[in-house]
């Protein structure tokens, strides 16, 4: 009777077992949200900065990195950095992190609280340990390879939607990317008319965690940053789910074009997307 009393807590006690690597990022990216929340209460009073058309920066973006690599570079001095608002340090060290310190600059600056902190480490290029964290909702989504994905230390699995027809999907609109648009509305027409609901929040890196955790059935997005897109990547693969490019390839840090989904809904957008995919014009 004990023992089956005690199988949850001793289940959970072995999913927050996490890899030290993990662990430490984990603590990096709470930091980074506890300076986002604290400066959410004074937006009218934050720096904000035009990097290009429709693309914002704030001093909190900048603390939130300087945090987050401090944290990091402390435990690893080695390890080389690829961040949003940094130049690249050390790119081609056999550890690499990748890392978004505020993803959804936009909605933050206008009180839509739907914003994260991504970290990812790569390792020869291959991305092996991830955290995304929400620090409105406090969830914390983390993922190590081969040991799954978690959020909130519960097993993440992505959904078993196999029908276009019903299922709920994300995408980002590419706002940066402007010669794309076109060719985004087109793929837009032929998916959304047949869906359920296809939602635009603004924060890609929640979309993909979304993805993992069966929250959203699949996503597609054109466009994307490395920052966007790598803990994301490993947090789907390690939930069950498939990420591609558009060509069906995994060259999605080149070419900033994503989809994804459990293995079936990934393979059903591919197809609808790939009629478009000669209007696309790469970076």
């Not at 077992?17 to 959410?40: E, T, Y």
């Not at 693309?55 to 939130?64: G, H, I, L, M």
């Not at 690499?96 to 480490?121: E, K, M, Q, R």
Request: aromatic share 8%.
């Amino acid at each position: 009777m004990l023992s089956v009393m005690l199988a949850p807590l001793l289940k959970a006690r072995k999913l927050s077992a996490m890899h030290p690597m993990l662990n430490i990022a984990v603590k990096a990216a709470r930091q980074a949200g506890d300076i986002i929340i604290r400066s959410a209460d004074s937006l009218g009073t934050l720096t904000v900065t035009t990097k290009s058309q429709n693309d914002f920066v704030t001093e909190v973006d900048k603390r939130a990195e300087m945090e987050i690599i401090q944290i990091l570079s402390t435990a690893y001095p080695d390890h080389g950095f690829i961040a949003e608002e940094s130049n690249p340090v050390n790119q081609d060290a056999e550890y690499v992190w990748i890392i978004d310190p505020l993803d959804g600059t936009t909605n933050f600056i206008h009180g839509f609280p739907h914003y994260a902190v991504s970290i990812a480490l790569t390792r020869r290029g291959v991305v092996e340990q991830a955290v995304i964290y929400d620090p409105v909702r406090q969830d914390l989504f983390t993922a190590s390879v081969g040991k799954g994905a978690t959020l909130n230390n519960r097993r993440l699995r992505v959904s078993r939607q196999t029908k276009i027809e019903g299922a709920f999907l994300g995408t980002g609109f590419p706002f940066k990317n402007r010669p794309n648009i076109e060719s985004y509305l087109d793929i837009f027409r032929d998916i959304f008319s047949i869906t359920a609901g296809v939602r635009r929040a603004g924060a890609a890196s929640l979309d993909l965690a979304y993805v993992a955790a069966g929250k959203l059935d699949g996503f597609f997005e054109i466009g994307l940053k490395p920052w966007d897109i790598a803990a994301g990547v490993l947090l789907i693969q390690e939930a069950g789910g498939v990420i591609t490019d558009f060509g069906d390839d995994h060259d999605y840090f080149k070419t900033g074009n994503v989809v994804c989904g459990n293995p079936k809904m990934h393979r059903l957008l591919l197809d609808k997307i790939k009629p478009h995919v000669e209007k696309i014009i790469q970076p």
